[in-house]
C-alpha cells in the first residue's frame, strides 16, 4: 500500500477511490476502522477508509481519525492523505484544523498542505478564500448550510480558528512557478495552497508526493498517481485495476423512488429484461415474501440479471406511507431487498445491482460487506466493487437513486460480459 486515506465520510470516500482509481491505482474502500488491514493492503495501492466524522465533536473526530490512520500506517501505508468536503464543511468548532494537527502528530512531522479546491466541481481557491464556482462560498447557499454554514471564505482565518498551528497560504503565484517553487514555499505548519484548475492540482501533487501527510478535497489527489508510476510504485494506467468480476448470476435490486432510476426501470424493461415489482402494502400484509421474490428471482433465465422493483411514483408511495407510516414503509421494503441479497448470494449469485442510496447501505449491511475493491466507473460517481470480505465472491453496483444514465442497468451488466 502506497497511500492511506481517511475520509470524513461515505461519498467522500466514494469520490476519493475513485479518482485515485480511475488514474490506474487498486483501491480498496473501507466502511470504518478495521481490525487490521494486513489481507486487504496486498492487493491495493490505496486504502481509503470512510468514517462518518464530518460533523462530530473534534476530540471524537480525532479519536476515530487517528485509529484509522494507526490502522493504514500498520498495513504500510507511505504516505496519508486526510480528505474533507471541498466547501471546506466546518464551524469555528469543526475538526478539519484539529484532525490535521492531530495527523501531523501521529506521523511526525511538521508540515502539511490544505488543499480543499475541485475545480471540476467548481471549488476553487485563491488567495486562500474558497470559491463555489463565481461566488466566494460566504456569499454561496453554503452560508446556510444546516451543520455547518459558511460564512467566511478566507480559509486561512478559518482554519487559524480551529487549530494553534500557524496557518500560511501558499498564493497562486507559487503554484504557477511549479512543483519546485512549492516545495520551496512550504514552512511549518498547515499551508492553505491556491488551486483554480486541474493542472494547478497535477502541480501540487508533484510538490506533495514526499510529504508524510496531505490534507485536502478529493480532487487534490489527483496529481499522485502519475508520480507514483514514474517511480515505479504502482503498475500500468489501467482503471479499475485489481478487480475482477467472479462469474454467476445476477439480480438488480431496485429500491430507490428517485426520477432516474424509474427511468432507468423502464429503459431496463423495454430492453427485455425480466421484471417483478413489489407492493409495500403487499410486503406488510404477508402476501410478498423473502421466498416468493427469491423464487421469482431463480425461475429467470441466467443470462440477464431480472430486476425486483418496489420504485413506485409519489402517489403510490404517500399511499404506503400513510397506511404503514413513512419510517415502516421505507424499513420494510428495504429489509425485504436485503433479504433477498442475503438469499440469493447464499444460493450463489454473485452479482448484485442496487439502486437507491438507503437501499444499498442496507443490502451492503445485510451482506455484512466492509472492504469494496473499486472496479471500472459504470457512470460518474459508480463504480462496480467487488466484496472483499464477503463467505463468497460477490461484486455490487450501489447507486444512488439520482445517478447514472437510463440505460445503466444493461450498462452495468454488459461491462461484467
Ligand atoms: P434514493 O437514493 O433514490 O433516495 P433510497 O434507497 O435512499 O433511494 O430511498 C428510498 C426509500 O424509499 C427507501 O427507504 C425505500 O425502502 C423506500 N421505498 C421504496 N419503495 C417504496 C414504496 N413503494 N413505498 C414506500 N417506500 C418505498
Request: charged share 20%; with cysteine.
Amino acid at each position: 500500500m502506497i497511500l492511506g486515506a481517511i475520509a470524513d465520510d461515505l461519498t467522500g470516500a466514494t469520490d476519493l477511490a475513485l479518482i485515485l482509481s480511475r488514474n490506474g491505482m487498486r483501491v480498496v474502500q473501507v466502511i470504518g476502522v478495521p481490525a487490521s488491514l494486513d489481507a486487504i493492503a496486498q492487493k491495493a495501492d490505496a486504502v481509503v477508509v470512510a468514517l462518518k466524522s464530518r460533523t462530530i465533536p473534534a476530540d471524537q473526530a480525532i479519536a476515530t481519525s487517528l485509529a484509522a490512520a494507526r490502522a493504514l500506517k500498520a498495513a504500510g501505508a507511505r504516505q496519508l492523505f486526510f480528505k474533507y468536503c471541498s466547501t471546506f464543511d466546518s464551524t469555528d468548532s469543526g475538526n478539519i484544523g484539529p484532525v490535521a494537527a492531530a495527523l501531523m502528530e501521529e506521523v511526525g512531522t511538521d508540515t502539511t498542505i490544505v488543499c480543499p479546491s475541485f475545480p471540476e466541481n467548481g471549488r476553487t481557491v485563491y488567495k486562500g478564500h474558497l470559491f463555489v464556482f463565481d461566488q466566494l462560498i460566504s456569499d454561496s447557499p453554503m452560508k446556510d448550510h444546516p451543520l455547518t454554514p459558511m460564512r467566511d471564505s478566507d480559509l486561512v482565518q478559518v482554519l487559524s480558528r480551529q487549530t494553534d498551528k500557524p496557518v500560511h497560504l501558499i498564493p497562486h503565484e507559487t503554484v504557477q512557478q511549479g512543483h519546485e517553487a512549492i516545495v520551496g514555499a512550504l514552512r511549518p505548519g498547515l499551508s492553505i495552497i491556491d488551486a483554480i484548475t486541474d493542472h494547478d492540482l497535477q502541480t501540487i501533487g508533484r510538490a506533495v508526493a514526499d510529504l508524510p501527510l496531505i490534507t485536502g478535497g478529493s480532487a487534490a489527489a489527483m496529481g499522485l498517481p502519475k508520480v507514483y508510476r514514474e517511480r515505479g510504485l504502482v503498475g500500468a494506467l489501467s482503471p479499475g485495476a485489481g478487480f475482477t468480476a467472479p462469474h454467476g448470476r445476477g439480480v438488480i435490486l431496485a429500491g430507490s423512488c428517485s426520477a432516474m432510476t424509474r427511468r432507468q426501470i423502464i429503459a431496463a424493461k423495454k430492453a427485455g429484461v425480466s421484471t417483478l415489482h413489489l407492493d409495500a402494502l403487499k410486503i406488510a400484509s404477508g402476501e410478498t415474501t423473502r421466498e416468493t421474490v427469491v423464487d421469482f428471482v431463480e425461475a429467470q433465465s441466467a443470462a440477464t440479471p431480472p430486476l425486483v422493483y418496489s420504485s413506485a411514483d409519489p402517489a403510490v408511495v404517500a399511499q404506503a406511507q400513510a397506511e404503514l407510516g413513512q419510517m415502516r414503509a421505507g424499513e420494510i421494503v428495504e429489509d425485504l431487498l436485503a433479504g433477498v441479497a442475503t438469499r440469493l448470494a447464499a444460493q450463489g449469485f454473485t452479482r448484485i445491482i442496487s439502486a437507491g442510496g438507503e437501499t444499498s447501505g442496507a443490502v451492503v449491511a445485510a451482506l455484512g460487506i466492509s472492504a469494496l475493491q473499486i472496479g471500472p466507473e459504470i457512470d460518474p460517481g459508480v463504480p462496480w466493487v467487488a466484496a472483499l470480505d464477503s463467505e463468497r465472491p460477490l461484486c455490487l453496483a450501489l447507486k444512488s437513486g439520482n445517478f447514472g444514465s437510463e440505460d445503466f442497468f444493461i450498462k452495468a451488466w454488459g461491462m461484467l460480459a
